[in-house]
T-cell receptor, first 114, second 110 residues
């Protein structure tokens, strides 16, 4: 079966500290992978997407970066966190079955920068 | 990517049918319409997808008029557990990215 794993579930980090969030997908190959951020409970903002290993497209220039070192691994990073980086981070992959394509999301990481 | 417009919030009562309409005047020929549901502190969950006319599954129905400039998500006999934010998205089936709008916050009351 196809599953997506995202960790950690919650994270509290001081301003200026580094960040690394990891997402892995199982049961599929060469998936399109995505990082979204949701602030203040509404509105998902697309941060990065990747269509293959080493291929990253940035949607919003900011204090974050993404990498895809392996086919089913997607990492969101920051060298120095800002208060404004707080939010709910979601990883997703584009899945398709029986002619229907949708996005399957991970369980999310709640990041609080203090 | 086609822009979507939805009501910010809606209220309903248990057992009622709820219809949430989404406007997408600039929908392109290759675009499909997809609805997602999101509960607090969870990722959005796929509900239904369609291209034209009507689509029905075990959770909801999706009505799309001939001009495809709008769509309506219909939730039959809602319960308290249907309280969530509902997002309407428009994009190509095999497109590389989807942009989420603000969604509609549905509140179901007893």
């Amino acid at each position: 079966s196809q599953t997506i794993h995202q960790w950690p579930a919650t994270l509290v980090q001081p301003v200026g500290s580094p960040l690394s969030l990891e997402c892995t997908v199982e049961g599929t190959s060469n998936p399109n992978l995505y990082w979204y951020r949701q602030a203040a409970g509404r509105g998902l903002q697309l941060l990065f997407y990747s269509v293959g290993i080493g291929q990253i497209s940035s949607e919003v220039p900011q204090n974050l970066s993404a990498s895809r070192p392996q086919d089913r691994q997607f990492i969101l990073s920051s060298k120095k966190l800002l208060l404004s980086d707080s939010g709910f981070y979601l990883c997703a992959w584009r899945s398709g079955q029986n002619g229907i394509y949708g996005y399957t999301f991970g369980s999310g990481t709640r990041l609080t920068v203090v | 990517l086609a822009k979507t417009t939805q009501p910010i919030s809606m209220d309903s009562y248990e057992g009622q049918e709820v219809n949430i309409t989404c406007s997408h005047n600039n929908i392109a020929t290759n675009d499909y319409i997809t609805w997602y549901q999101q509960f607090p502190s969870q990722g959005p969950r796929f509900i239904i997808q369609g291209y034209k006319t009507k689509v029905t599954n075990e959770v909801a129905s999706l009505f799309i008029p001939a001009d495809r400039k709008s769509s309506t998500l219909s939730l039959p006999r809602v319960s308290l557990s249907d309280t969530a934010v509902y997002y309407c998205l428009v994009g190509e089936m095999v497109g590389r990215k989807l942009i989420f709008g603000q969604g509609t916050e549905l509140s179901v009351k007893p």
